[in-house]
Every structure is written in C-alpha cells, then in structure tokens.
C-alpha cells in the first residue's frame, strides 16, 4: 500500500486510537507516544490487515501490549531504585564516598571490556526490554540475544567477583 493511503487510514483511525490511548493514560503527551508507537509496529504488517474488519481490534492489542510492556520496565526501574536505596539490602554507612567511586569505576571497567553490542544488549534487558524486542532492535535471532545476555552476565559476574556477598 502506497504512503498517501497509511497517511489517510490513520488520519481516520486518530480519534479511535485517542480514545483508546485514553483508557491507559490520561496524560496528553504519553497518549501521543503511545499512539504514534502503535502506529510504527503497525506498519510492519498493516498490509495483512488493510481491509480486515478486525483492524482496530489488531491496533488495540498492539496499544495494549505496548502499554504493559512499558509498565513492566518502569515497574522493574522503580524496583531496582527501590532496592538500591534502601538500607536493609546494602549498608550505606560502611561506604563512604572513595568508596562508591571506586565500585562505581569498577562496575564502569567491566562494562567497558566486554563488546558494546553486548553491553547495550544487556542495559535493555536490565531496563526491562522482553528479549524479542531486543532482538528486533538490533536484528538479531532471539536465541543469540539470549545467550548474549547470560554471557555477558557471567563475564560481569566473574570481573566483579570482589563484590559478591559470600
């Protein structure tokens, strides 16, 4: 299908996808990149569905989806703040600040030495990122993303040995 056509079926398809948008947020901004995110994963099959009577039911999973998926990594960012700052978990007052600049340079090295690919790989899958999603952003099988994500975890595991709790 021709660009001028997509153009006119989501013009038409706006309000419907605002008013979905609307279901999951109230705010003006993340309604627009929720839609405008739904309507880039829809072009990748919008031809198979152009005339399907179940088009918006299709844009509604893809929002949907979208909407969880963003949920569950902010959910997972929140979680790992959380856990960092509170004292039960880690005892702030037998660091002091030599100390974290220390941890904090060491955690830097051992990201530094294993490949950026992997690294960048391994920061998505720490913000949350399903790993299909980062295989599709860096075009990948899911199955080498998987074993990109467990090498690189034992490679940090292994220079950061130090720091592990016996």
Not at 8 to 23: D, I, M, P, T
Not at 60 to 78: G, P
Not at 97 to 122: G, T
Not at 134 to 161: C, D, M, W, Y
Request: hydrophobic share 35%.
């Amino acid at each position: 299908m021709e660009n001028a056509n997509l153009n006119v079926l989501f013009k038409e398809k706006r309000q419907l996808l605002n008013h979905f948008a609307s279901q999951f947020t109230s705010d003006y901004d993340e309604k627009e990149d929720l839609i405008q995110e739904t309507l880039i994963r829809a072009l990748k099959s919008v031809h198979s569905f152009i005339n399907d009577p179940k088009l918006m039911t299709w844009l509604y999973v893809i929002m949907k989806n979208i909407y969880i998926n963003q949920y569950r990594r902010e959910r997972r960012k929140h979680m790992i703040y959380e856990d960092c700052i509170h004292t039960d978990h880690f005892d702030t007052t037998s660091f002091n600040s030599n100390e974290y600049k220390m941890i904090h340079d060491d955690i830097q090295k051992a990201l530094n030495s294993i490949p950026v690919e992997n690294a960048e790989i391994f920061r998505l899958h720490l913000d949350g990122y399903k790993y299909h999603e980062i295989a599709e952003t860096f075009n990948l099988p899911e199955g080498t993303v998987k074993s990109r994500i467990h090498l690189t975890r034992k490679v940090l595991q292994q220079k950061l040995k130090m720091y592990q709790s016996s």
